[in-house]
């Protein structure tokens, strides 16, 4: 099958628009369950009522590994605030209160953040040990309520279709602490801006009543996590500097 050219690109998979529906073809040395779960997922996420694309299928294309959903006409919320830099806040409205609906949902089956968090910071080596060790058990010490985390949300993942905003890209998302899914973002975003993860982390502070303090308590932990990750784009030096800040020496 012939897809032509991307549309995008990401760490694990492209893009494509064919037959006015989205085609999402993973990358050869990921696992043969990684369509499937991703998509697991997604349907979860869409199950619940949230303005998600809908997955029409699973299935190999060109002996790659492939998921086909629902086509969303619009632009990424990203892509608006780069036309419009002036309506930051705006945008980060909008986003905190999709992450907000998000998060007030308490999933049933879905991949349990605390062990995905252990396995990135457990089998990594490149780590010293103190701070493994010191990272483990802080992240033991958490006590919460399971919530619905995306894991990756930031405004790029959010698409404007008229007057409705609709999430992509749910394969990070887990059942976990929205203390956690909130330092994630805020941890994308400063790589960028430190103006706007400040702004970002400001709403959302203010619309739920959480404190910095609280949020803050995840940094090391979803720094590590993030480190794990290898994404080229990110800047390794400044994730390892916010591990050492916050792990005892």
Request: proline share 3%; hydrophobic share 35%; charged share 25%.
């Amino acid at each position: 099958m012939n897809l032509g050219n991307p549309i995008a690109k990401g760490n694990t998979a492209k893009i494509y628009l064919f037959d006015n529906k989205i085609v999402k073809v993973f990358n050869d040395y990921l696992p043969d369950t990684e369509s499937i779960n991703e998509a697991k997922k997604q349907r979860y996420a869409f199950s619940c009522g949230l303005p998600v694309p809908e997955i029409l299928d699973v299935t190999n294309i060109n002996g790659k590994q492939a998921i086909i959903m629902e086509y969303i006409k619009g632009e990424t919320l990203g892509n608006l605030f780069f036309k419009d830099k002036e309506q930051a806040e705006y945008y980060l409205n909008i986003s905190v209160d999709m992450q907000l609906q998000i998060h007030n949902i308490i999933p049933e089956t879905i991949e349990s953040m605390y062990d995905k968090l252990y396995c990135q910071i457990g089998t990594i080596n490149n780590l010293d040990k103190r701070h493994k060790s010191y990272l483990l058990k802080k992240l033991e010490s958490f006590t919460f309520e399971k919530r619905l985390c995306h894991g990756d949300f930031h405004l790029f993942n959010l698409i404007k279709e008229d007057n409705q905003v609709v999430v992509i890209d749910w394969v990070d998302s887990s059942a976990g602490d929205i203390r956690a899914d909130i330092y994630r973002t805020y941890l994308l975003y400063s790589q960028f801006s430190s103006k706007i993860a400040d702004m970002y982390l400001r709403l959302y502070c203010e619309k739920s009543g959480l404190l910095r303090s609280e949020i803050f308590q995840w940094a090391p932990v979803i720094a590590r996590a993030r480190l794990s990750e290898n994404v080229s784009s990110e800047n390794s030096e400044r994730l390892i500097k916010i591990i050492n800040k916050y792990c005892p020496l």
